[in-house]
């Protein structure tokens, strides 16, 4: 039982333009979301979360969209840069609990 | 401030040979967990640990043991390396509450061959 899919292996955006990254899940338990960014030979590091009760949180660049009644989310990165390339995990978890992570999206960005 | 270091970086097994992957970190955290990414399979969690002496198994934990005699340290261990164990294998730490997110490691390589 795949609790969290990332449906779109891959995406190509155009530089300053926005990239769309999307996530949905089954497990409503799930308290936290977060996305991660992993770079080629490195390890995933931390990017962004949102709370269960939250529908939006923005951080610069990147903002994530929760649609519980759909069990969606989404990641938007406005404007996108070349540096943006790399993989993105969609992760979900309770409090205090585990992450379970997605299959990961590889975004290429375009100059 | 050296965050969670993982070792070796790489390292090329035979069939039913065994080897130890050592992750430490030094940010005082209470959780940490071994990881495998596979093409198309995303992260998936091989065995966890919420404290000193404290291990759980996660979602493939099948050919691996795990232990944590110290809390900056969590060991994985392959007893008998199949194919099937070739991954790249990723160790991270947390605080307690899961919104801090995870400080990963910078991965082991593994192939058996």
């Known amino acids: 039982d795949q609790q969290v899919k990332q449906n779109s292996p891959s995406l190509s955006v155009q530089e300053g333009r926005i990239s769309i990254l999307n996530c949905d899940y089954t497990n409503s338990m799930f308290d936290y979301f977060l996305w991660y960014k992993k770079y080629p030979a490195e390890g995933p590091t931390f990017l962004i979360s949102i709370s269960s009760i939250k529908d939006k949180n923005e951080d610069g660049r990147f903002t994530v969209f929760l649609n519980k009644s759909a069990k969606h989310l989404s990641l938007h990165i406005v404007p996108s840069q070349p540096g943006d390339s790399a993989v993105y995990f969609c992760s979900g978890g309770t409090s205090y609990g585990k992450l379970t992570f997605g299959q990961g999206t590889i975004l290429t960005v375009h100059p | 401030n050296a965050g969670v270091t993982q070792t070796p970086k790489f390292r090329v097994l035979k069939t039913g040979q065994s080897m130890t992957l050592l992750c430490a970190q030094d940010?005082?955290?209470?959780?940490m967990y071994w990881y495998r990414q596979d093409p198309g399979m995303g992260l998936r969690l091989i065995h966890y640990s919420v404290g000193e002496g404290t291990t759980a198994k996660g979602e493939v934990p099948d050919g691996y043991n795990v232990s944590r005699l110290k809390k900056q340290n969590f060991l994985l261990g392959l007893e008998s390396a199949a194919p099937s164990q070739t991954s790249v294998y990723f160790c991270a730490s947390s605080q307690t509450r899961i919104n801090y997110g995870y400080t990963f490691g910078s991965g082991t390589r593994l192939t058996v061959v």
């Open positions: 940010m005082n955290h209470e959780y």
